[in-house]
């Protein structure tokens, strides 16, 4: 396109040029006799087809009919003028010539020319033919340039079309774990391919299903598998492509969509992100309202299920945010199903990690049930980074394959960011930086419900100056007592830099926050408070109160009271436990700093094993026994992988049962 646009412009400059060199002027008959009759012409140059004579003056002639004679105004200096008759030019300019011989003067020269047509074609069609063409370039470029562009086609969907046999190359083997997702998702394929089977029983075939679950888990590849097995045409359209600057684009776009398909049924629609157009319609539309947006969703809603029928067509959704959605489009009719594709359990993290290390050259030291021990909480798509980060690491070092130590940098980069051993620190913030993380790390080992440690390290990464990597405990409920620990363990940094250097900094403001943060839940969300009991201020549906507060002024101050004495109570506690293990913190912190990271087993060496041998360590001893007759099931079902027991990991796993992935 910018190849046009200067294309365009060049010709344009020089046309401009080419018009303004020479210096012509339009004079009548008469003028132009008198001027070759006194010798002011050199030579006429006569366009036949044209009609028009053109005079070449000499210098003198041009000067005495004030022509620009400045150095800048050079070129052709001519007149120009329509000839009476074309056949008896040659006898005037004959007889001016005799004139001029017999005053003694030069005679002029004579040249015939036809004149181009495509010149003159050019001239008379030129400028319309520039304005269409600029008329058709800024058309196309409103379309988004999209395929068969133009501004007549701003209302067709542009949803990208896999016909039968012509699907991704994606299948249902690229989709590791996600085993229910599956199953829910072959059905939908299966009601396309054989709907008798269900309406014979009178059932109906649902019209769609909505994936949801956070990003990264895998919901768009499912849809892709869909596509490349379902034996049926797929559309797939992502929710922002509905958004045009034109107001009623988005439902034109829909209507088209569900024509496009309809046309191809029986087939499969698949919108992603779908909250770019599903978000809940506002109460009020004045007040921030977006009639486009919600223009389209109605569309979309009246598509779905509204007086025409789309016998045929099934429509998957996937989005991050479920709780965003218009209730009227989650309501059985619409999305039948909803698919919640959740974080990978470990067994699913050794099938993402099968699927992505095929293409990778690995040690045959690693262990993948390590790896995935070693990854809780990540999702597919992390898991796809680690592999890759490690593939990256091991060519960066020259290594010929992958190997742990590549696993384990991969999984530090990605938790903790880019290590920064460039960053300058000086001794004394070193020091500061050892006593905070050392005072985490005592503080959590002591008590009941603190998450077992990984790893400290006062190595600077992202943004962070050191960090405490935690292995979380896998709770659906938490106790009281549970939040108390954290915020406990959260304050023991800050704590730490009070008790040994009577001096506090700046860097605990993040656990400040989430410490606060929690302590303001545990008072309004969870009404754990003996103060303000079993209330709950917190309005989930985030349309309720508006602007308003759901609580008086006292209880606000009430709120307050409760949330600054729980963080206080929690500070002194955390204070207390570093006064009672004042010399295994210094024995720590002194480690930190000659080693400038330790693991697990190096705090156990210090203070010893944990006292809080509690139902939750039992539970995940439990846990812990079932994830591994888990993995060894799987594994005798896959004997590709390679064998459990090789290199272990750095960090250890935790003899009291604790499965150590990070969490800072
Ligand atoms: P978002 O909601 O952010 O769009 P998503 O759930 O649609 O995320 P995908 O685009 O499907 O996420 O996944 C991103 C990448 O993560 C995939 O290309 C794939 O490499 C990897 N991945 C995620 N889940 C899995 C899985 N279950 N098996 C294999 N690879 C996976």
């Not at 003056?57 to 004679?69: H, I, P, Q, V």
């Not at 940098?409 to 960053?423: C, H, M, P, Q, T």
């Amino acid at each position: 396109m910018y190849w046009m646009y200067a294309m365009i412009g060049l010709a344009l400059v020089g046309l401009y040029y080419f018009q303004n060199n020479d210096q012509t002027r339009q004079v009548d008959w008469t003028e132009f006799e008198k001027a070759a009759l006194a010798g002011d012409v050199e030579k006429i140059s006569v366009d036949m087809s044209n009609a028009q004579a053109y005079g070449f003056l000499t210098e003198a002639g041009a000067k005495k009919l004030k022509f620009d004679m400045q150095p800048g105004f050079e070129g052709q200096k001519k007149i120009e003028t329509t000839i009476p008759s074309p056949d008896k030019i040659s006898d005037k300019i004959e007889g001016w010539n005799n004139a001029l011989v017999a005053q003694g003067k030069p005679t002029i020269k004579v040249s015939f020319e036809k004149g181009s047509d495509l010149m003159r074609i050019f001239w008379a069609f030129g400028p319309i033919l520039l304005i269409f063409l600029g008329w058709y370039f800024i058309s196309k470029r409103m379309s988004g340039g999209g395929a068969g562009g133009g501004i007549f086609n701003v209302g067709k969907s542009k949803a990208t079309v896999f016909d039968k046999g012509n699907g991704t190359n994606v299948t249902f083997k690229d989709v590791a774990g996600l085993a229910e997702a599956k199953v829910e998702i072959e059905e939908i394929v299966e009601f396309l391919k054989n709907p008798q089977r269900y309406t014979e029983l009178g059932a109906k075939i649902p019209k769609g299903a909505l994936l949801v679950g956070p990003p990264g888990t895998g919901k768009t590849l499912l849809a892709k598998a869909v596509a490349g097995e379902a034996n049926v045409p797929f559309l797939s359209i992502s929710g922002s492509d509905f958004v045009e600057m034109f107001v009623g684009v988005g439902a034109a776009r829909v209507r088209d969509l569900f024509k496009q398909a309809k046309e191809k049924a029986p087939c499969i629609v698949f919108i992603d992100e779908i909250d770019a157009v599903g978000r809940a319609r506002g109460k009020n539309p004045s007040m921030g309202g977006n009639d486009e947006r919600e223009n389209t969703l109605n569309q979309m809603l009246v598509q779905m299920d509204g007086f025409g029928t789309n016998n045929g067509v099934i429509i998957l959704a996937a989005t991050n945010r479920a709780d965003m959605l218009d209730k009227a489009l989650l309501r059985p009719g619409r999305f039948d199903r909803q698919i919640y594709v959740d974080l990978p359990e470990l067994t699913d993290r050794m099938e993402i990690f099968n699927v992505h290390l095929r293409n990778i050259k690995v040690s045959s030291a690693i262990d993948i049930e390590q790896l995935a021990r070693q990854t809780q909480g990540f999702s597919g798509a992390d898991i796809a980074n680690v592999c890759n980060e490690a593939a990256l690491i091991a060519a960066r070092n020259n290594k010929n394959q992958v190997e742990w130590n590549d696993f384990m940098g991969a999984i530090d980069r990605i938790v903790g960011g880019l290590e920064k051993r460039s960053r300058i620190i000086t001794d004394e913030e070193k020091f500061s930086i050892a006593t905070h993380e050392a005072g985490h790390a005592t503080v959590t080992w002591m008590l009941q419900y603190g998450n077992p440690l990984v790893k400290v390290t006062i190595v600077p990464r992202g943004r962070a100056l050191g960090a405490a990597w935690y292995a979380p405990e896998a709770r659906q409920i938490i106790p009281t007592q549970a939040l108390l620990d954290t915020m406990c363990g959260l304050l023991g940094g800050r704590a730490a830099e009070d008790v040994f250097t009577g001096q506090i900094g700046t860097g605990a403001s993040d656990d400040l926050e989430r410490c606060t943060k929690m302590a303001r839940s545990l008072v309004m969300m969870y009404g754990m408070s003996p103060k303000i009991p079993n209330i709950n201020f917190n309005d989930s549906s985030g349309q309720e109160y508006g602007f308003t507060k759901p609580y008086s002024e006292q209880t606000a101050e009430l709120i307050d009271s409760e949330v600054s004495r729980i963080v206080n109570e929690q500070y002194e506690r955390a204070k207390q436990i570093l006064r009672s293990y004042a010399a295994q913190h210094n024995q720590i912190r002194d480690l930190l700093i000659k080693n400038e990271v330790i693991y697990h087993d190096d705090v156990k060496k210090i203070l010893g094993p944990r006292q809080w041998k509690s139902r939750t360590d039992e539970i995940m001893e439990l846990n812990r026994k079932e994830e591994t007759k888990i993995a060894d099931e799987f594994k005798s079902e896959h004997p590709a992988l390679p064998s459990s027991g090789g290199q272990s990991s750095d960090t250890g796993s935790d003899d009291d049962g604790t499965p150590p992935p990070f969490n800072k």
